[in-house]
């Protein structure tokens, strides 16, 4: 059974702080690794996806790298601004799973501070 | 317009009803899910539906159903509601591959009394 592990499970930064943050499975025979946020009261937002054959995805000031055999994600957060505090969370879709359910970290919370 | 969107957004009833929250999506996906965020913020799939198949989370009491009247909503009914039901419920939809991303509604908070 897949379990993902979200480290740190909070971080606060001043802004403009370049920022790591890590994700670790304990199955690597998944579809993909996704990264979504979670802002207070609000619903789940896709921030990129990394499918199983792919090394990393860019999406502006974010990238998110997948190694499978490590069984590890990271999502880096380049010259990190307020807007960016969120709950961060990570999830992957193992083979096997029913019309492709992801299974979720409990997630980072970032707090970046002006 | 909203993509995913949860009716009601705030639900507080008392131990032992029966309430249903209801989920539509307007983008064309062929596949709905409910999830369930407890107290402590994490967040596990309860079910998963397209036009083929339902599929249950093992842990997942029978007092839940979900029903779909059409491919665009999937609906949560809740029997006889307990304490331990109260979370934030989400749903959320895509197309029935693996590596399309997930589109999530905001959200219903359950409080039980």
């Known amino acids: 059974k897949q379990e993902v592990t979200q480290i740190p499970a909070a971080l606060s930064v001043p802004e403009g702080e370049n920022l790591v943050l890590n994700c670790s499975f304990t199955d690597s025979a998944i579809y993909n690794l996704q990264w979504f946020r979670q802002d207070p009261g609000k619903g789940l937002t896709s921030l990129l996806l990394i499918q199983s054959s792919q090394r990393e995805q860019t999406s502006g000031r974010l990238n998110a790298s997948l190694d499978k055999s490590s069984g590890r994600s990271t999502l880096y957060i380049a010259a990190s601004q307020p807007g960016d505090s969120a709950t961060y969370l990570c999830?992957?879709?193992?083979?096997?799973?029913?019309?492709?359910?992801?299974?979720f970290g409990k997630g980072t919370k970032l707090s970046v501070i002006p | 317009d909203t993509a995913v969107s949860q009716t009601p957004k705030y639900l507080v009833t008392q131990m032992g009803n029966d309430k249903s929250i209801k989920c539509e999506q307007n983008l064309g996906h062929d596949t709905m899910y409910w999830y369930k965020q407890d107290s402590k913020k994490f967040l596990k799939i309860m079910f998963s539906?397209?036009?083929?198949?339902?599929?249950i989370n093992e842990t997942v009491p029978n007092r839940f159903s979900p029903k779909s009247p059409d491919k665009a909503h999937l609906n949560l009914h809740i029997n006889s509601l307990e304490l331990g039901d109260s979370a934030v419920y989400f749903c959320?939809?895509?197309?029935?591959?693996?590596?399309?991303?997930?589109?999530f509604g905001d959200g219903t908070r359950l409080s039980i009394l």
């Open positions: 999830a992957s879709i193992p083979y096997g799973a029913g019309s492709y359910q992801l299974t």
């Open positions: 539906y397209n036009n083929k198949e339902l599929i």
């Open positions: 959320a939809s895509s197309h029935g591959t693996p590596n399309q991303p997930q589109h």
